[in-house]
């Protein structure tokens, strides 16, 4: 039974048999023609331009292609999400055997090349004769219009002619297998206007029995054909592009006719696997889920859980929602809920498109915090779904190399914005059960009410004290003993519309006048109207969650509509989406109001207080908006304070997190003007003015540049202790990565950088204490001791760091002004290693070092490069290196002694053969596939014996060397120089030389030969 990789595999090397071009996936990402910012959702969106003539037929040129082909024939496995707008999967994803937000299409395609013979020809060959489909269940489809609703072109009897030939062939009846179809099902439209044309499926009917199918069942298989029954199934949908759709309704013949086709991989996949390779349909298992397209995910959920996987299905309920019952149920819609999102985010992220707050970022927002709700039914209470994208990469990085290598990218997006939902998942689920079980509270009260306004047929006085009989039973007033107003009454104020929570206030008064024996006419005049007012509006809204509750469970706790209506659903509860929108619309214009600025000098931005930045104490902090504006296309915010430090002094800025709610702003980088902290958020979403929220550094990174930087002032220390006091700071650049530190000094010798290296890890092992302390300049102006830029214009008061001494006393070996971040001790850095030094200018040198863990991860490469060049030399562990390759380096020169040798003889016997071929008094030869320096040797051996004019082409690796010799009685009459000159630009490239001798080349193998007839006339 062949495996997904294998099935994949087996469809591109059978286009490749084709002559296709085998392009790469493009980007998730797709901008369409109006601009708007979507997910590629077909295989065609990539090819679209050519579609409509915009350019030429040229996959065979696209950069990344895996096989080149014809340029007018392509083919591909393409990543698709549809989780938005037309094609929108999502909320049926878990619950069936098929749905994805992320599937791979299989497609191949002609511009303009072949058409619809070719097209069917092949997908018969390949689903019936390599893959081995049972041919009595195979169905094809073919386009017929109805010409009462006006669809448009003839019927496509040529497809129909195509597929009867095939059916014919192996004795079925083509009118039992040739399905007409109608403009929903098998005419394509790009839109409204563009190009468009017929189509026809494959479709395979997976019902119980044995493989190959009688007549009957074929004539009961035809019926299934464009159904909804999921056991007759579309694999394979063949576009043949032919018309252009015209404003006016009309449709016109193409200059240029195409064929887009799509197949579904996991589709392909689960019937292959289902069947055992088409052997038993009887106990056949057709889900997509039960492939090994899906299988590592499971294992690993099962590891991570200690759940497993076993295939259940839920039904529909009552209300027609499919709605997971039994416990098995439910976790196995979470492990398919989970397995399909994982995908669909790594993928989307390894692409470029983040989680976000708005357009096709939301959506993968919303698909991201729903996998993390299903998580919940697994029992993960901390970040899990981020773990899952090692098993992905691994299983898949070999189809899409993108997945791997931006796997731990993926991963740190994932964990953040899962932390960001944990916080808040929770506590949101749980007033949401707080709120499913208020409504039927509310439901129950209007029913009451409703009944008994309906059939009372006393006084409003006797009413009164029938409502107190009934919602007050106790003749005490103790709202404890209510039995049904209070939790009523109390809900509605958190979880109900405003209608209700005016109902409930007014019931409640009911029950309170009848409880203390109030007069009937302040009854009937307030309370009573209050009830008969809004009680249409409460009975409406039976069974909802309303839409208030909704918006505050999105705005607060970061859930999706979506995910609300999922959880209403599986209550048997609705939500007020309409409601929701209104107070959608109504944040979006309140956001609007306050966009951000747009600013095009630093000097408008209007915050003039000063950000208070407390960031050498904590890295975390409670802020508040104060402006948000726009410089070109980044977006930064101002805040009230800062734990990030701000780019200056050489050190660069701090990344972080501001957290609201149950949404994270990933700040990308901080800088400052003046003193006001600009923190630079990234992508297209930033708070508003006014929002307050959580800003914490990046740790990791912030601890990795405060090594950095400390290391960094024990280097400036070391280099006056080595080279001299005259050494001096030029400047420096502090990161996470690395430190580079500019000082004026001639080139430093080998043993001075060694002094350096080792002084600086004598210091660092010390482990002295770095502090700092802020005096007044002028108290350390003249200080020799204490390093200060010459030049630089120093504050009133300053910032003093030293190392070693004791704290605050200025008694350090180290001290310089500084006002960036350090550890509190040197042995925090760990170790140093000194990376390169060298010129920068004139007189100024460059050192470049690391710290910490980027100076082990560095020791421990050039380890494992050691021991693998050990191996790979046969050394005798890593001290037999040196021995070993001194001798390979011998074996080395004598074996290029001896190849020369060979070569110089082997050129001299080529240059006899030529030297009998010579017409004209010249030699001109395409000596073929050698390379230049075996030109340069015949035309060597051949100056000896020839007093002519000799031009050689040479083209081994593709590319062309050409070499021309004249002799010296020739060269009034023509140059080498000039030969070449001539030639070269033929082949695509360039060359001269001198008069005797000169060399060029170029990269158009296929033009040789018309260089060298130039070169003939050159020479005539």
């Known amino acids: 039974m062949m495996t997904s990789a294998q099935i994949r595999q087996s469809f591109l090397d059978f286009f490749k048999e084709k002559q296709h071009t085998i392009v790469p996936s493009d980007n998730v990402g797709y901008t369409s023609r109006d601009g708007a910012r979507i997910f590629t959702n077909a295989g065609m969106n990539q090819f679209v331009p050519i579609f409509l003539g915009e350019r030429p037929a040229d996959v065979d040129t696209w950069p990344g292609v895996l096989h080149k082909g014809l340029p007018t024939r392509a083919a591909d496995t393409q990543k698709c999400i549809r989780a938005g707008g037309k094609h929108n999967d999502l909320e049926d994803v878990g619950l069936d055997t098929y749905h994805h937000t992320l599937f791979e299409m299989l497609g191949n395609w002609s511009f303009g090349d072949y058409f619809k013979k070719e097209a069917i020809s092949w997908a018969w060959e390949l689903v019936i004769e390599r893959w081995k489909f049972p041919p009595t269940r195979v169905y094809a489809t073919i386009y017929q219009p109805d010409p009462s609703k006006g669809d448009p072109a003839d019927r496509d009897q040529e497809a129909w002619e195509i597929w009867a030939e095939k059916f014919r062939s192996i004795g079925l009846d083509p009118d039992i297998h040739i399905v007409n179809g109608n403009k929903k099902d098998n005419f394509w439209m790009m839109g409204d206007t563009g190009p468009c044309g017929p189509c026809t499926e494959i479709h395979i009917d997976l019902t119980p029995g044995p493989p190959n199918l009688d007549e009957d069942r074929q004539r009961e298989g035809r019926k299934l054909v464009n159904g909804s029954d999921a056991s007759c199934i579309e694999i394979w949908n063949n576009v043949f592009i032919q018309y252009n759709a015209n404003p006016d309704g009309t449709f016109s013949p193409l200059p240029a006719k195409h064929v887009d086709t799509g197949m579904g991989f996991e589709r392909v996949c689960s019937i292959i696997q289902g069947t055992k390779n088409f052997t038993d349909f009887e106990n056949a298992k057709i889900s997509n889920y039960d492939t090994d397209v899906f299988k590592p995910i499971f294992d690993e959920l099962t590891k991570l859980s200690g759940k497993t996987y076993a295939s259940t299905l839920p039904k529909a309920n009552a209300q027609g929602n499919v709605v997971p019952v039994t416990e098995q149920e439910k976790i196995d819609v979470a492990f398919r809920v989970i397995a399909d999102h994982i995908r669909t985010l790594s993928f989307a992220i390894a692409d470029g498109i983040q989680p976000g707050n708005s357009d096709r970022n939301y959506t993968l927002r919303r698909i991201l915090r729903r996998a993390v709700k299903y998580g919940r039914t697994l029992d993960f209470k901390e970040p899990f779904f981020y773990k899952l994208v090692d098993v992905l990469a691994a299983q898949m990085g070999d189809v899409f190399p993108e997945l791997r290598a931006k796997k731990e990218q993926v991963k740190s997006v994932l964990k953040l914005e899962e932390e960001a939902f944990n916080r808040t998942l929770d506590r949101g689920m749980a007033l949401f059960e707080e709120a499913a079980t208020f409504i039927p509270k509310m439901d129950a009260l209007v029913d009451h009410v409703d009944v008994t306004l309906a059939k009372f047929e006393g006084t409003d006085q006797e009413l009164m004290e029938y409502f107190g009989d009934i919602l007050w039973p106790d003749t005490t007033y103790d709202h404890k003993n209510t039995n049904i107003m209070y939790p009523v009454y109390l809900g509605a104020a958190e979880y109900g519309t405003p209608a209700q929570d005016k109902f409930a206030d007014a019931v409640r008064e009911l029950v309170d006048v009848s409880s203390e024996n109030v007069g009937a006419d302040k009854f009937t005049a307030v309370y009573l109207s209050d009830v008969r007012e809004y009680l249409p509006k409460v009975r409406a809204s039976k069974g909802v969650v309303s839409a208030e509750f909704a918006f505050q469970l999105y705005d607060t706790y970061g859930f999706p509509l979506d995910l609300t ?21 109504e944040q979006k214009e309140r956001a609007r109001a306050a966009m951000k600025k747009n600013v095009v000098a630093l000097s408008e931005i209007e915050t003039k207080t000063p950000t208070k930045f407390i960031g050498y104490d904590a890295l975390d902090a409670e802020v508040k908006v104060l402006e948000v504006v ?18 200056m002094g050489g050190q660069v800025g701090d990344t972080a997190q501001f957290i609201v709610g149950a949404n994270t702003f990933v700040i990308g980088n901080t800088t400052k003007v003046g003193n006001t902290w600009l923190h630079f958020v990234e992508g297209e979403d930033a708070p508003t003015v006014g929002t307050s929220g959580r800003l914490a550094v990046d740790p990791a990174r912030r601890h990795a540049i405060e ?71 002028k108290d350390v102006q003249t200080r020799k001791d204490i390093m200060q830029l010459f030049g630089e214009k120093y504050p009133e008061n300053v910032r003093v760091v030293q190392i070693g001494g004791a704290a605050g006393s200025l008694s350090g070996y180290s001290m310089e002004l500084c006002g960036g971040t350090h550890t509190r001790h040197t042995g925090e850095i760990g170790l140093f290693r000194l990376s390169s030094e060298s010129a920068v200018a004139a007189g100024i040198r460059r050192i470049e070092g690391i710290a910490g863990l980027e100076a082990y991860n560095l020791a421990r ?22 021995k070993k390759i001194e001798s390979l380096l011998d074996q080395q020169k004598a074996l290029e002694k001896a190849l020369k040798a060979a070569q110089q003889r082997e050129a001299s016997g080529r240059a006899k053969d030529l030297l009998a071929k010579a017409e004209n008094n010249a030699i001109i030869v395409n000596l073929g596939d050698v390379d230049a320096d075996y030109a340069v040797a015949v035309s060597d051996a051949l100056k000896g014996n020839f007093n002519g004019v000799i031009v050689l082409a040479a083209t081994a690796g593709g590319s062309v060397a050409l070499i021309a010799s004249v002799a010296k009685d020739l060269q009034a009459k023509v140059q080498a120089g000039k030969i070449i000159q001539t030639i070269a630009p033929i082949v695509g490239g360039k060359g001269g030389g001198k008069p005797d001798f000169a060399r060029g080349g170029g990269k158009d193998v296929s033009k040789v030969d018309a260089a060298l007839a130039e070169a003939r006339k050159l020479c005539s």
């Open 565 to 585: 209506e999922l959880m209403a659903r599986e209550r048997g509860l609705t939500v007020d989406t309409s409601g929701f929108e209104k107070l959608m619309d």
């Open 630 to 647: 726009s410089m070109k296309d980044k977006t930064a915010i101002v805040l009230d304070a800062s734990s990030c430090y701000a780019e």
């Open 707 to 777: 090594r950095h930087h400390t290391v960094t002032h024990i280097l400036h220390w070391a280099l006056h202790e080595v080279v001299s006091h005259e050494a001096t700071q030029k400047g420096s650049n502090v990161g996470p990565d690395k430190l580079s530190f500019d000082f004026n000094s001639a080139a430093l010798t080998a043993q001075q950088l060694a002094d350096i290296e080792r002084l600086v890890n004598e210091r660092i092992v010390d482990n002295a204490p770095v502090s700092w302390t802020e005096v007044p300049y």
């Open 861 to 882: 490469a050039e380890s494992d490069l050691l021991k693998a060049l050990a191996g790979k030399v046969s050394a005798q562990g890593m001290h037999d290196i040196e």
